[in-house]
């Protein structure tokens, strides 16, 4: 768990998209009311919480060139924020917060070494934070990403790859290891998986060219930088959701995905900023009960 929150944050940033299009993509997330769990697994009498998420996302291409082999190479620029809304009830803020925005501005290439293997490069930055108001915001919230790496194409559906990372999650400059992995799998039947940004997985079935319907599964999560008690510390909160997720492609610009199912993980915890609390065993793991999910999502590309 300690290591996907970690490849979590550093991926974050790295959205890349194979398209040459440039897409915008707005999503609202809703988790219904459930229990909160202390660490200890104990029940919190009376202790309840919901929670609603709004995305926002941009991917512009700005260069894109094409070889006579096929090969491409492109310069792309990914804009994206996500605000969530924690609706905790006799809750108090020194476990759970209620607000966490994240804004993320990466500029990315992707450049062919050959026919197999390419190299993607990511320079960024992004504010993580619980306040609500940007003069609010200091540069403890204030996190730079950059790295490298590289990407061998196995066969036409799976892409595989790694390198390093460069993050000041901690305060201070620090490589980790970084991973890439996507399969795609089209035709009437579908399947995906991605670690790009979190993770998401999904097997389905094209009925036609305007409506699919899919299985997902998808791991995900927000962070906030802040001080308490005098100590600069994380706060995270990661979710893991599955459901039934139909896609009504209203044309080859605009795509409405649409999902019911349940919230399966939705942890919530403190730990200091430091690289010893990243490892440790002692961060407090307290989490919300199982809870229905639905989310609603507009696709534009142009």
Do not use: C
């Amino acid at each position: 768990m300690k290591t996907t929150r970690l490849l979590w944050a550093l991926l974050l940033l790295l959205i890349v998209s194979a398209k040459t299009m440039a897409q915008v993509s707005l999503k609202t997330e809703y988790f219904g009311s459930s229990s909160y769990i202390d660490n200890e697994g104990n029940k919190m009498e009376n202790g309840k919480g919901a929670a609603t998420i709004y995305r926002g996302n941009i991917k512009i291409p700005i260069s894109v060139k094409m070889s006579k082999d096929s090969l491409v190479t492109a310069w792309m620029v990914d804009v994206a924020g996500t605000h969530a809304t924690l609706d905790n009830k006799n809750i108090s803020q020194d476990l759970v917060l209620s607000n966490i925005t994240n804004l993320q501005l990466s500029l990315i290439t992707i450049r062919p070494l050959s026919p197999k293997w390419s190299l993607i490069a990511f320079l960024g930055a992004g504010v993580y934070t619980n306040e609500t108001q940007i003069s609010r915001v200091n540069g403890n919230s204030i996190l730079g990403s950059g790295g490298a790496l590289f990407v061998k194409k196995i066969n036409p559906k799976l892409d595989l790859g790694g390198g390093l990372a460069l993050t000041n999650t901690l305060g201070y400059p620090m490589l980790f290891p970084a991973l890439y992995v996507n399969y795609n799998s089209d035709g009437k039947y579908t399947f995906r998986v991605s670690m790009m940004s979190g993770f998401q997985a999904a097997a389905g079935y094209n009925f036609n060219n305007k409506f699919a319907l899919h299985l997902i599964a998808e791991m995900n999560g927000q962070l906030a930088m802040l001080q308490k008690e005098g100590k600069n510390v994380m706060f995270t909160h990661q979710y893991f959701v599955t459901g039934l997720r139909p896609e009504l492609k209203l044309n080859k610009h605009i795509s409405l995905p649409i999902t019911l199912g349940v919230n399966a993980m939705r942890s919530v915890y403190f730990n200091e900023r430091t690289l010893k609390s990243l490892f440790s065993d002692k961060t407090t793991h307290s989490k919300f009960d199982f809870s229905w999910y639905a989310a609603a999502e507009i696709n534009y590309r142009f």
